[in-house]
């Protein structure tokens, strides 16, 4: 459109609460299509949920930021780039009705549409691929090849089968060939890695916003050497993309890559309205001021030249002369113009509304709705409640109706127009309540009724608990790793092996013992094989095949675990024999309570509230264990625990083993009961001794409802009028006379207990019904995994960490633990970053002192924390996203994950830097724990740690520390499943079969290679991990399970793969009646049974009798059946057929 023919610039003002997004909405059903630009990222994503929710039918997408700072050396994350590519598809395809693209990514310049247009491509059922051709055009446009497809812009090749993740998809696809066409297209989960539903065609967009390939790469060295000086071979970044290697934060390079470069506004179709939302101006300057002052801070790396920022972002007026082509919209919160414009003139708004008067919900009064009610009666309007889930609506109901209220229930907007009720409740996204008087409604959200309650929802999906997916035992296994084999001990794995043992092709797990022996294991016995987490890795206690000492480490775990087993039940015994208090449990209220939880529950998070809240309620004293990592969101498990017992009159105790630990619980509980009628105090060394005596003198009177402290609170001078709950935080930490008062505790009242320490998985189910646990293993949403980086002393490095974050308006730990040379670090780094404002905390000050260091950090009024590890255990600052620990190499593998859990702790880029001396002076320990936490960025990764302290803390935690010996010599995996074995046989009331602690364990023979082949299975340790799972799989129907998976995720079955299955299917079958060995040849078929087999030893003189000449008893406990047996099929059917004639 020529820009003399746009229609006059228009303006809309006074567009009360979430009104813009019903004008925007109105506004693309005349006008589209409609680009909006918002002036921050979340007004942008609340636009986005708001104009889908008034106008279902309108296509709205939204433009994301790369969420990377300008000049990051940081590349955004792979499921951004996917979504901004599949966005810009749609804007240059013209497919969209509303685009919303915030103003800080509205100045990006971007690659030119004619790039996104040449590398898109369509795959379709029943086309006829050119293999080699597809490779290359996967290549060109970036696709990585893997071994195993998670993330978008990935592709496996394997055999008939190619998985690939599409850039702008959702969820990645499994191509099936027969021969050269697609034959089918499925959808398949990333975790499981199994098909979901049939599609007929995909696109694939490009993987990158620039071309890597020999033209881009060429078009980018050339570029290079006109705009930089010196030899360009020399810098690393230049290097890199002439390897085809993406460096990190290449895409600030990304004009060189181009012959030209586009903005947003290259891709909005002519005829499209452009609509600026709130100061936008004012967003563009801030946005440059801060690429200005990065371009300065980045500037002084030799090795890594920058371009200036007018080449990489668009400038204000530039922005404002493009936005003249188009007809033009302003949303404005009041008026004020742009620097470039004309007075605008103002429109005939969309929809005219008023700000909504008063309505909050009182709690305090004797009616609540009250000021709701009344702004009902007064209006005259129909009213609509917005509420923020169907879990919300129907808790929002239920409170209505108690008040006599009782509102419709509508599910659309569209619903809600049409409807007469005058009173409607509604689920929906809507941030804010407005008026509509011309049309006689209103809209009435959370936000109003719950005042001062943060309560914004995320889209996101739920994210399955990951807890399923923690032990994927075998499959990190490396060569070199120690592991205990059940019959032989403790031995060195070397790999996978395959020996032709006159039956064809077998796989064989070849483990080296003391003194060279080895041992090859078969596959189909991994079922005997656990990882080794004892000791460290290196220093293992190896066994010497047919020593005996193995027997006799055994046997001494074999009696400590019958110990363990029975003292636990005892304990469990006596606990379900007392009765303890049953809460009774106010829904609307704890309802209340918990809408002060700003954030959407994890469904681990939900699973543990609702644990809690159920084992409270049944009059059984509880007794429940909360692993979560760090940050995964305990307290608020044991904030929603503490408001149960507190509504039913009773007090609650919360325990901490630090003072800055109770200091830090004590802010929180008081922010989230501040709105209710509790009396809550802190007994720590934070208090004077007056206070104190004050404060015990409420507790034994009553008046005080919670109280909050260290071990002081287990002082025989503490008295509580009626106590009916303690939370225990990280108990470990305790010594052991305190341990011993909480376990006096434990037999009276309900108790909860808190830790951050991973408790091992296995360990957990063994003990399922002893101790109950909850697992929180899903980070809350939104929350990114935390940049690890591992380098020498840099005082470069450190300035650019410090700067990046002070820069974002956040805040830096810096870890420097030892107390005497700390104030000298503090003038080393006053020099380094004059910016920053620096205290020091550390264990050895006075309490006053330290108390107001931390009040000061928490109040933003200091930005860089130089501490010791005082810091280490649940200080909560969301505003700290930085650490850097010097003489990181002095930590153990649990502390450095606790530390670093300190950061990271609210949706920003966390980042972790660990300072090491040159790496010639560290040893090879140090090297490999630095090594294994920097591999562990993956969210909620403490429970992923296969790391051995943890475990063996762990166990140590939940058993009692005198274990951790016995442990040690068997390996912890082996120990876990002694022990559920023998509490297993303990309540069945089995005491005399303890003994044997260890599980029968058959070996099937069926002279058939039985084996997944590699040329099926490619990658050793997906194979591993699949052998392991078979072997350990102990009924018919997980087998089945595991074949369905093979199948769907790797082809169709080789035969090898049918006859290793089926071996399984028959030592399941074997192993219940005690059988030992079966060995099935082309003429009969051997029993071996173990010393007194679970079997009626007449059923074996009966059925030798009823088989005649063809079976008879060959040698003790040996049972021999003849036949001809040719193929392995038929052998296997026999096997089984003789099983379940014994069975009978």
């Known amino acids: 459109m020529h820009r003399d023919s746009l229609p006059a610039r228009r303006r809309f003002t006074q567009l009360a609460g979430s009104a813009d997004a019903l004008a925007l909405a109105r506004l693309a059903a005349v006008e589209r299509p409609l680009a909006v630009i918002a002036a921050t990222a979340l007004d942008a994503q609340r636009l986005v949920d708001e104009i889908a929710w008034f106008s279902p039918q309108l296509r709205v997408c939204l433009l994301p930021d790369w969420e990377t700072l300008p000049y990051d050396q940081f590349s955004p994350h792979q499921d951004l780039i996917s979504e901004r590519l599949a966005t810009l598809y749609r804007i240059q395809r013209g497919e969209f009705d509303i685009a919303v693209v915030p103003a800080p990514t509205a100045l990006v ?17 029943g086309d006829r691929l050119d293999l080699e051709k597809l490779k290359a055009q996967l290549v060109t446009a970036g696709y990585q090849n893997v071994t195993q497809v998670v993330a978008p812009g990935e592709v496996c090749w394997r055999g008939g089968l190619i998985d690939l993740f599409p850039m702008g998809s959702p969820l990645p696809y499994r191509l099936d060939l027969d021969d050269d066409v697609v034959d089918s297209i499925k959808t398949f989960d990333v975790d499981s890695q199994r098909t979901v539903y049939a599609v007929k065609e995909i696109r694939l967009l490009p993987a990158r916003e620039f071309p890597l390939d020999e033209a881009g790469r060429a078009r980018f060295r050339g570029r290079w050497r006109e705009l930089f000086e010196g030899d360009p071979s020399k810098k690393r970044l230049y290097r890199d993309v002439s390897n085809g290697v993406p460096a990190a934060g290449i895409e600030y390079y990304l004009p060189l890559f181009f012959e030209s470069v586009a903005t947003v506004f290259d891709y909005l179709p002519s005829d499209a309205t452009l609509a600026l939302h709130h100061d936008v101006s004012a967003a563009i300057n801030e946005f440059w001021r801060d690429a200005n002052s990065r371009y300065k801070m980045a500037g002084g790396d030799p090795d890594r030249p920058l371009l200036a920022p007018p080449q990489l972002f668009v400038p204000a007026e530039e922005f404002f002369v493009r936005a003249k082509d188009f007809a033009r919209v302003d949303i404005t919160a009041e008026t004020g113009t742009d620097p470039i414009s004309e007075k605008p003139e103002m429109g005939s708004v969309p929809v005219s509304t008023q700000p909504l008067p008063a309505v909050a919900v009182d709690r305090r009064a004797s009616d609540p709705l009250a000021a709701l009610k009344g702004f009902l009666e007064t209006s005259k309007l129909r009213v609509m409640i917005a509420a ?38 509604c ?3 809507l941030a804010h309540g407005f008026i509509v008087p011309g049309e006689g409604w209103a809209v009435v959200t959370e936000a109003e009724l719950y005042a001062g309650v943060v309560r914004r929802r995320s889209r996101a999906a739920e994210k399955r608990s990951s807890v399923e997916g923690m032990l994927r035992d075998l499959s990190e296994l490396k060569v070199g790793d120690p592991v205990v084999h059940e019959q032989h001990g403790i031995g060195r794995y070397q790999g996978l092996v395959s020996l032709d043992l006159e039956d064809g092709q077998s796989e064989f797990l070849l483990l080296e013992y003391e003194g060279g022996d080895k041992l090859y294991v078969p596959v189909a016995q991994l079922g005997l094989i656990g990882r080794y987490s004892g000791a460290q890795p290196e220093e293992a206690p190896l066994h010497r095949l047919g020593s005996g000492q193995w027997d ?217 019904g002893i101790r109950d646990f909850s697992v929180i293993a899903t980070a809350p949403q939104k929350r990114l995994a935390i940049k690890t980086f591992v380098s020498p002393w840099s005082e470069g490095l450190i300035r650019e960490a410090v700067m990046r974050e002070l820069k974002r308006g956040g805040q830096v730990y810096f870890l420097h633990n030892e107390v005497e040379t700390i104030e000298r670090m503090q003038e080393r780094l006053a020099r380094l970053l004059p910016e920053g404002r620096i205290a020091i905390a550390h264990g050895q000050m006075r309490e006053r002192d330290l108390e107001r260091v931390m009040r000061d950090f928490t109040a933003q009024r200091c930005n860089v924390l130089l501490c010791s590890t005082i810091i280490e255990t649940g200080i909560d600052i969301p505003t700290a996203n930085t650490i850097v620990i010097n003489r990181a190499d002095r930590f153990g593998l649990a502390q450095l994950h606790q530390l670093r859990g300190r950061v990271g702790r609210s949706h920003h880029q966390a980042y972790a830097y660990l300072l090491t001396p040159p790496e010639e002076a560290l040893n090879k320990n140090a090297v490999k724990r630095l090594e294994a936490i920097q591999m562990m960025e993956e969210l909620g990764s403490g429970f992923y740690l296969a790391m051995h302290d943890l475990e063996i803390r762990g166990a140590g935690e939940i058993l009692g520390e005198e274990q951790s010996g016995e442990i040690q010599e068997v390996g912890f995996s082996l120990y876990a499943r002694m022990l559920e074995r023998a509490v297993r046989k303990l309540k069945a009331g089995k005491a005399d079969e303890l003994e044997a602690t260890v599980d029968v364990s058959t070996e099937v023979n069926l002279h058939v290679p039985a084996l997944l082949p590699a040329a099926y299975c490619s990658d050793v340790h997906e194979r591993l991990s699949l052998y392991k799972r078979l072997a350990d799989a102990e009924t018919r129907e997980e087998l089945d399970a595991l074949r369905e998976e093979l199948v769907d995720r790797f082809g169709e079955l080789p035969e090898a793969a049918r006859a290793l299955i089926e071996c399984h299917i028959v030592r399941i079958a074997a192993r219940r009646l005690g059988v030992a060995r079966v060995d099935a040849t082309h003429e009969a078929v051997q029993l071996q049974f173990i010393k007194n087999p679970p079997l009626d030893g007449a059923k074996v003189i009966d059925f030798i009798r009823r088989k005649g000449r063809q079976a008879r008893l060959a040698g003790p406990e040996k049972l021999r059946v003849e036949a001809k047996l040719p193929a392995w099929q038929e052998r296997a059917a026999a096997v089984k057929d003789i099983l379940q004639q014994l069975a009978a």
């Open 109 to 125: 310049r971007l690659c030119p549409p004619s790039y996104i247009a040449a590398h898109t491509f369509f795959l379709q059922q």
């Open 388 to 425: 923020e889930s169907p879990g919300r609506r129907e808790t929002m109901a239920a409170y209505f109706a108690e008040y006599g209220l009782k509102p419709e229930s509508c599910s659309t907007f569209d619903e809600f127009l049409k409807n007469q009720s005058g009173f409607l409740l």
């Open 552 to 768: 006799k480490a055994k046997a001494r775990a074999a009696r400590q675990v019958r110990d363990t087993a029975a003292e636990l039940l005892a304990l469990y015994a006596r606990r379900a024999a007392r009765l303890g208090h049953s809460f009774s449990i106010g829904m609307h209220d704890l309802e209340g309570f918990a809408a002060g939880f700003g954030f959407e529950e994890t469904p681990d998070q939900a699973q543990a509230i609702e644990a809690v809240i159920t084992d409270m309620a049944s009059g059984k004293p509880m007794d429940r264990l909360v692993c979560g990592d760090v940050g995964f969101g305990k307290t608020e498990v044991a904030l929603r625990a503490a408001f149960v017992a507190v509504a039913d009159g009773k007090q609650v105790v919360i325990l901490c083993p630090t003072t800055l630990l109770a200091e830090q619980h004590f802010q929180t509980f008081s922010d989230r009961f501040a709105d209710w009628p509790v009396k809550l105090a802190e007994l720590s060394r934070f208090r004077s001794s007056k206070e104190a005596t004050e404060i015990l003198k409420k507790l034994e009177s009553g008046e005080m409802d919670i109280v909050i402290g260290t071990h002081k609170l287990l002082g025989r001078e503490v008295r509580l009028k009626r106590l009916g709950l303690v939370i225990i935080d990280e108990e470990h930490r305790f010594g052991v006379r305190q341990k011993e008062a909480l376990k006096r505790l434990r037999a009276e009242v309900d108790v909860l207990t808190l830790t951050a320490t991973p408790i091992p998985r296995t360990l957990a189910m063994s003990l399922e």
């Open 427 to 429: 689920v929906s996204p």
